[in-house]
C-alpha cells in the first residue's frame, strides 16, 4: 500500500506541476481555465490519496466542495472570455511593467502641464481683452463713430434683456395662474 | 491471503492507476497545440481518473456511508464536467480559439453559415406576416 501511495503522490504532484506550467504559459484566458480545472481535480485526488492511506472520512467533504468549486469557477470564467488581443494573454516583464507604468505617468504629466498652459493662455487672453476694452472705453468719448457704435451695441442689450424680462414675467405669470386654479377649486 | 489484503491490494492498484490518469492528463495539457485538445486531456482525468481514485478510497474505507458520499461526488463531477466542457469549448469557438483547418467535421460553423444565410423572420428583408385582409 505504502508504495501505491508514494507512486501515486509522485504522479499527481508532476500533474499538478504541469497544469500549473499550462496555466502560466497561457496562451488564452480559456487555456488557463482548462488548467485550473485540471489543478482542482488533482487537489481532489490528492486529498482522496490522503484519506486512503490515514484511512480518514472528515476529509471527504473537502471532495464534495473542491468538486463543486472548480465547476463554478471554469463556468464564470468561460462566461465572460472575450476575444482578447495576443499581447494580453502574454504575462509581462518586470521591466515591461515599469516601462508602461513609466509612459503613463509621463503621459499624465504632460496632460497636466497642457491643462496649466491652456489655463495660463485663457488668463492672459482674458487681461488683453480687459485692456482692450478700457483702451477702447477711453478713446470711445473723444471719437464720434466709435461711441456711435457702442452706444448702439448698448441699445441692442438693452432690447433684448427687456425681451428677456418679458418673457421671465409671461413665464411667472403662468407659473402663477397654474397654482391659482387648486385654490380655487379648494 | 485474507479478504483485506486482497482489498488493499485492489485499492493500491486503483490508486496507482487514477493517478497514472492524472500525470497523462497534465502530461497533455502541457503538450497538446490548441485548446479543444487540451480539452481532451483534462477530461480523462476529471472522470475516469477521479472515478478509480474514489473507488480505491472507498476500498480503503469500507463502509456504506462512506460510498454514499463517494457516490455523491462522482455524481457531481459527471454532471458538472460536461457543461464546464461545453462553456469552455463555447467561448473558444465564439472568441475565435478553435482554428477551422484544425477540425476533421465542423457542423456548427456549416449550421451558422447556412443560418446566417435564410433571413431572420423580424428583419425588414422577411415577407410581411399575413395580417388576414
Known sequence: MIFAVILGAAMLAC????????????????????????????????????????RRTDTLVLLVVL???????????????????????????????????????????????????????????????????????????????????????????????????????????????????????? | MTADVVLDVAAGTFLVAGAFLSLVAGVGIVRFPDLLARMHAGTKLQVLGLLLLLLALGLRLRSWGVAGLLLLVIAFQMLTA????????????????VQAESLEFDELTDDTERHDGEAPLDSPDAPPPNTGN
Open chain 2, 82 to 97: 460536461p457543461v464546464a466542457a461545453h462553456m469552455v469549448a463555447r467561448a473558444g469557438y465564439r472568441t475565435g480559439k
Open chain 1, 15 to 54: 500533474a499538478a506541476v504541469l497544469a500549473l506550467v499550462r496555466a502560466e504559459k497561457g496562451p488564452s484566458m480559456l487555456d488557463r481555465t482548462v488548467a485550473f480545472d485540471v489543478f482542482t481535480t488533482i487537489l481532489v485526488s490528492g486529498v482522496a490519496l490522503e484519506a486512503a492511506w490515514s
Open chain 1, 67 to 186: 468538486s463543486l468549486v472548480g465547476f463554478v469557477g471554469s463556468v464564470t470564467i468561460s462566461r465572460f472570455a472575450a476575444i482578447e488581443p495576443e499581447e494580453a494573454a502574454r504575462v509581462r516583464t518586470r521591466e515591461e511593467v515599469e516601462a508602461e507604468l513609466a509612459a503613463e505617468r509621463a503621459a499624465q504629466e504632460a496632460a497636466v502641464e497642457a491643462e496649466q498652459a491652456r489655463r495660463e493662455a485663457m488668463r492672459a487672453e482674458a487681461r488683453d481683452s480687459a485692456r482692450a476694452a478700457e483702451e477702447q472705453a477711453e478713446g470711445g468719448s473723444e471719437a464720434l463713430v466709435p461711441g456711435d457704435a457702442a452706444a448702439r451695441a448698448a441699445g441692442g442689450v438693452g432690447t433684448e434683456e427687456r425681451a428677456e424680462t418679458e418673457e421671465h414675467a409671461e413665464l411667472a405669470g403662468e407659473g402663477a395662474e397654474s397654482r391659482a386654479e387648486p385654490e380655487e377649486e379648494r
